[in-house]
C-alpha cells in the first residue's frame, strides 16, 4: 500500500523567506501525487497535483513542486513566504491503477514569522 | 463553482449516543470518500464508495460505524454509539474518476463529552 512520509510536524519560516515542505512517499505503482492545504476548521483545498508528464509542477498561491523518482519524492516549495501562507500542509499519493485509496501524510503546520 | 456540501458543521454529542453526518458531492462524482481527521494528524480513510458499491471500508470500526451511499449520490456516516475518542473532523471527499484528485468538503467537526 502506498504511503507519505512528512518530517517535522511544525515548520516557522520568516516573511519573505523561502517555504519548503519535505515529501517522501512509497508506492509500488506509478505514482500520482497531490499537496493539499488546511486552514482551521476548514475542508482540505489542493494547491498542486503531479500525475504524469512535466516533473515540476505548479499550482496555486505561488507553490510549486518537483517530482524525483529516483529520490521518491515531492518536495514543496515557495520563494517568499507571505503571511497567509501560514496554514497546515498535507502531502498524499494515489495508487494509479488501483482503488484510488488517497494516503495522507501528517502534515506540516506552517507559521509565519513578520 | 460545483463545492462538496456537508452537514451539520459542527455536532457535540454525549457518549453513547447516535450521531450522524451527510455528505453531497460534486454533480457526477463517482468516488466519495469519507475521512477522519484528529486534531494534529493527517486524514485517514474510513470508507470509498464507487457509485453506490463500497470499495474500500477496511479501517472502519465496524462495530460502531457504518455507511452508505443509497442512489449513489449523497452518503450518511453513523457512529453509534459515539465514544470520546470518536471526537475529530469527519470529511467528506469526491472525486470525478478514480486516481484523479479529491475535492473536499468543510468537514463535521464532532465533540463527544
Known amino acids: 500500500a502506498q504511503s507519505v512520509t512528512q518530517l517535522g510536524s511544525h515548520v516557522s519560516v520568516s516573511e519573505g523567506a523561502l517555504v519548503l515542505l519535505r515529501c517522501n512517499y512509497s508506492?509500488?505503482?506509478?505514482?500520482?501525487l497531490f499537496w493539499y492545504v488546511q486552514y482551521p476548521n476548514q475542508g482540505l483545498q489542493l494547491l498542486l497535483k503531479?500525475?504524469?508528464?512535466?516533473?515540476l509542477v505548479k499550482g496555486i498561491n505561488g507553490f510549486e513542486a518537483e517530482f524525483k523518482k529516483s529520490e521518491t519524492s515531492f518536495h514543496l516549495t515557495k520563494p517568499s513566504a507571505h503571511m497567509s501562507d501560514a496554514a497546515e500542509y498535507f502531502c498524499?499519493?494515489?495508487?494509479?491503477?488501483?482503488?484510488?485509496?488517497?494516503?495522507f501524510g501528517k502534515g506540516n503546520q506552517v507559521v509565519v514569522i513578520p | 463553482e460545483a463545492e462538496v456540501a456537508q452537514s451539520p458543521r459542527y455536532k457535540i454529542t454525549e457518549k453513547s449516543q447516535a450521531v450522524a453526518f451527510w455528505c453531497d458531492p460534486i454533480?457526477?462524482?463517482?468516488?466519495l470518500y469519507w475521512y477522519r481527521q484528529i486534531l494534529g494528524q493527517g486524514p485517514e480513510l474510513l470508507v470509498q464508495?464507487?457509485?453506490?458499491?463500497?470499495?474500500?471500508d477496511s479501517q472502519l470500526p465496524k462495530d460502531r460505524f457504518s455507511a452508505e451511499r443509497l442512489k449513489g449520490v449523497d452518503s450518511t456516516l453513523k457512529i453509534q454509539p459515539a465514544e470520546l475518542g470518536d471526537s475529530a473532523m469527519y470529511l467528506c471527499?469526491?472525486?470525478?474518476?478514480?486516481?484523479?484528485?479529491?475535492?473536499f468538503g468543510q468537514g463535521t467537526r464532532l465533540t463527544v463529552v
Open positions: 503531479y500525475t504524469t508528464g512535466a516533473t
Open positions: 454533480s457526477g462524482h463517482a468516488t
Open positions: 464508495f464507487q457509485d453506490e458499491s463500497v470499495v474500500d
Open positions: 471527499a469526491s472525486s470525478l474518476e478514480r486516481a484523479t484528485e479529491a475535492f
Open positions: 508506492s509500488s505503482v506509478p505514482p500520482y
Open positions: 498524499a499519493v494515489s495508487d494509479l491503477g488501483g482503488n484510488n485509496r488517497l494516503a
